[in-house]
């Protein structure tokens, strides 16, 4: 079983739609969690981080983590097409920084 | 400085033959990390660095590995004897403090 599990899609939504990526894990030691967004042949970019349970929210994303439940999920409001990509989540059991675990990643299309 | 530069992008190769990447990260970044990603998979951890010292390795990093950051500036990866299955996007990421990594766009290798 992968430490982190991320349904791979494909997920297709109309603009202006609220889009919905989750992951599951299995490592409880796992302390921060991340969101990358990869275009087509390009590098994964950062778009936020949490450290342990909560909320976090930067413009029209939102990144929430249960730990209790061992699931973290990413919102888009008010979608649009330059956001299709595929989103990786991200998490470490480091503090001082060392591996990054991914899950698969969830390839998003937002239709015009 | 405009990010995480890797060179080639692009590599074609024989199988059995060597080949090396090299990485420049984002100047005065001290972390240094390499990824391998496979079409469909979110990357995977192979090593990383601080400074000029290789502080991890995973046991992705097979003997035919290595990976070296002379002077903790750019770093580079060599391949010895290419097999099918190394054929992957190779990712660089540079942080200035976890958990915040800065990708590059990947050297795409293909062998035949």
């Known amino acids: 079983q992968k430490e982190v599990e991320q349904d791979p899609g494909p997920l297709s939504v109309p603009e202006g739609a609220i889009v919905s990526l989750n992951c599951t894990y299995s490592n409880s030691a796992f302390q921060y969690f991340m969101w990358y967004r990869q275009y087509s042949r390009k590098g994964p970019e950062l778009l936020m981080y949490t450290y342990s349970s909560g909320n976090k929210e930067d413009g029209r994303f939102t990144a929430q983590v249960d730990k209790s439940s061992k699931y973290i999920s990413l919102f888009i409001r008010d979608s649009q097409p330059s956001d299709s990509a595929t989103y990786l989540c991200?998490?470490?059991?480091?503090?001082?920084?060392?591996?990054?675990?991914f899950g698969e990643g969830t390839q998003l299309t937002v239709n015009p | 400085d405009t990010g995480v530069s890797q060179d080639p992008r692009h590599k074609i190769t024989k199988r059995g033959q060597n080949v090396t990447f090299r990485c420049d990260p984002i100047s005065e970044h001290n972390r240094l990390y390499w990824y391998r990603q496979t079409l469909g998979q979110g990357p995977e951890f192979l090593t990383y660095f601080q400074n000029e010292a290789q502080l991890e390795k995973s046991r992705l990093l097979s003997d035919r590995f290595s990976a070296e950051r002379p002077k903790g500036s750019f770093s580079t990866l060599e391949i010895q004897r290419t097999e099918q299955g190394d054929s992957a996007m190779y990712l660089c990421?540079?942080?200035?403090?976890?958990?915040?990594?800065?990708f590059g766009q990947g050297t795409r290798l293909t062998v035949v």
């Open positions: 991200a998490m470490s059991a480091e503090t001082s920084g060392s591996r990054l675990t």
């Open positions: 990421a540079s942080s200035p403090e976890w958990p915040e990594a800065f």
